[in-house]
């Protein structure tokens, strides 16, 4: 069983920076990727930023460079930094492990923490 606890959401300025992170802790065993979605009421989850145990990252098309997503990997932690935000990515972001390599035999996610952007 693999836990994933986020922290860093809140309310936030349009313009402004928010700085997500996550901790995974219990059975971890080859990390495959990790990173972060996010989702909107009514609306289906969307990939932000996943960085692979390979060093790769992909991000959502919406991102356009705003966002930056690290990994420690002695502390299995995965952070995502917005800055340029938007009131458009106002959303609840989950964060996302995947874990067996070459085949991801598991997936976690955490809980989900609130991101508003409102002036």
């Known amino acids: 069983q693999v836990q994933l606890v986020e922290s860093g959401g809140g309310l936030v300025q349009p313009g402004g920076s928010l700085r997500l992170s996550c901790a995974a802790s219990g059975s971890i065993f080859s990390i495959n990727s990790m990173g972060w979605y996010r989702q909107v009421p009514g609306e289906q989850r969307e990939l932000v930023a996943v960085?692979?145990?390979?060093?790769?990252?992909n991000y959502g098309d919406f991102v356009k460079g705003r966002f930056t997503i690290s990994r420690d990997n002695a502390k299995n932690t995965v952070s995502l930094q917005m800055s340029s935000l938007k009131e458009e990515d106002t959303a609840v972001y989950y964060c996302?492990?995947?874990?067996?390599?070459?085949?991801?035999?598991?997936?976690?996610w955490g809980q989900g923490t609130q991101v508003t952007v409102s002036s």
């Open positions: 960085l692979t145990s390979g060093g790769s990252t």
């Open positions: 996302n492990a995947r874990f067996g390599v070459p085949v991801v035999r598991q997936i976690s």
